[in-house]
C-alpha cells in the first residue's frame, strides 16, 4: 500500500476534492485565487500549465511546507480554449460547438513543496472526447439543469453530460479534473 502524503489542494473544484476522497488521498484546501485570463494569443497547452503552476506558487508562499498541488482544466476545440461559460448563453454556445465532434480535454498539474527554492514538478494530462449530437431541446434541458455554469467546456462528464458522451480516449479522471494517476507519478517525484 502507497503511502500518500497530505497534499494541500490549491482549488476550490468539488471534483477534485471528489477524486482525492475517492483515492484515500489525505488533502486540505487553500484556494489560490488567482486571474485566470487567457493572454492573448495564449496556445492552450501553455494557458493550462501558467495556471497550474501559478495556483500552487500563490499557495506555496503562504505557507512554511507542505506539498502544494495547482491543476488547472480547460476544453479544448478547433485549437480554442472553452473554459468556463459566463452565463447560460454562453454554455448553449459551447454545447453546440462540441454537439457531434471530438474535443480535448487538458488538465496541468503542478506540486511543488512549500519552504523550498524548487520549481513546481509540472505535466499535463490530454485526453480525447467524442459528443453525441445533441438537440437545442437537449441543450436547453442541460443548461436548465444549472451544471455546465461551474465547468470548462459546460459539461461535467460524471453528472448528467455522461448521457451525451460517445467515446473517450484517455484518462476518465482527467476529463473530471484530475488526472489522479499523473498526480500520484509526480507526487513520488517530488
Request: aromatic letters at 6%; proline letters at 4%.
Amino acid at each position: 500500500m502507497p503511502t500518500l502524503e497530505k497534499i494541500i489542494l490549491a482549488s476550490r473544484s468539488p471534483r477534485r476534492a471528489e477524486i482525492l476522497r475517492s483515492v484515500g488521498w489525505p488533502f486540505e484546501v487553500i484556494v489560490a485565487g488567482v486571474d485566470e485570463t487567457t493572454h492573448k494569443d495564449e496556445a492552450p497547452m501553455d494557458y493550462v500549465r501558467r495556471l497550474s503552476v501559478a495556483k500552487a506558487t500563490a499557495v506555496a508562499a503562504r505557507l512554511d511546507e507542505g506539498l502544494v498541488l495547482g491543476a488547472d482544466t480547460t476544453v479544448v476545440i478547433d485549437n480554442h480554449i472553452l473554459a468556463q461559460p459566463i452565463d447560460e448563453d454562453d454554455a448553449r454556445r459551447m454545447l453546440k460547438l462540441l454537439s457531434g465532434r471530438w474535443h480535448e480535454v487538458l488538465t496541468a498539474v503542478s506540486l511543488i513543496r512549500a519552504g523550498h527554492k524548487s520549481d513546481p514538478a509540472v505535466a499535463v494530462e490530454t485526453t480525447r472526447v467524442r459528443f453525441a449530437a445533441v438537440s437545442d431541446a437537449e441543450i436547453d434541458w442541460y443548461v436548465l439543469t444549472g451544471e455546465p455554469l461551474d465547468k470548462a467546456g459546460a459539461y461535467g462528464i460524471q453528472e448528467k453530460a455522461a448521457l451525451f458522451i460517445e467515446e473517450i480516449q484517455g484518462d476518465y479522471f482527467n476529463v473530471m479534473g484530475l488526472p489522479i494517476r499523473l498526480v500520484y507519478e509526480l507526487a513520488r517525484q517530488v
